[in-house]
């Protein structure tokens, strides 16, 4: 795998339409608990902007705010787009402790490429949400380049990236 040499995808890439449904709770009381096992109190939320996206950025936003955690920043991106500098650059400057992202894989991508391509911002400050969590949308960008960063799954589990970029999944715990 390469690192990052352009903010932009280096060739066409298609995902089948559709296939994105609400975030499921399972999902969201993960992100809120790896949240706040690894300390943190104010988180930045980043999602594409269709419908869906937006719904379950607000879903975690909202259970965020019942720990009492404090939401510094809710923010979408395009799906696509000439740059994502804008964005990329209001993400990266939020003051939260912990940035959490979603959305549909492609826009997902191009953001995080633009983050690490223009901005301080590093992936082991970050959270996925389940829709951006599957090996083939974390290829767009490359392992490689995603040292640290962790996420969920749609049913609560949760997955990190090892140091020798492989990604470790822990299934929901049933118990």
Known sequence: METVNSP??????AFPPGGE???AEAEVRALVETGLARGAQSIAIGSGRDPISRASAQTIADAWRRTGGEVGLELDWPETA????????RFA???????????P??????????L???????????????????PGTLDLVGLINLS?????????GDWHLSAGDR???????ES
């Open 8 to 13: 932009l995808l280096a060739r066409g890439v």
């Open 21 to 23: 449904s609400a975030i």
């Open 82 to 89: 000439a740059s994502w500098l804008r964005p990329a650059t």
């Open 93 to 103: 400057t939020a003051n939260a402790d912990l940035w959490i992202m979603l959305g």
């Open 105 to 114: 894989p492609l826009g997902w991508a191009q953001m995080t490429r633009r």
């Open 116 to 134: 690490l391509w223009s901005t301080s911002w590093r992936p082991a400050r970050a959270l996925l949400a389940g829709s951006v969590s599957d």
């Open 148 to 156: 640290g960063i962790a996420g969920t799954t749609s049913d609560g």
């Open 167 to 173: 990604i470790i999944t822990n299934p929901r715990d």
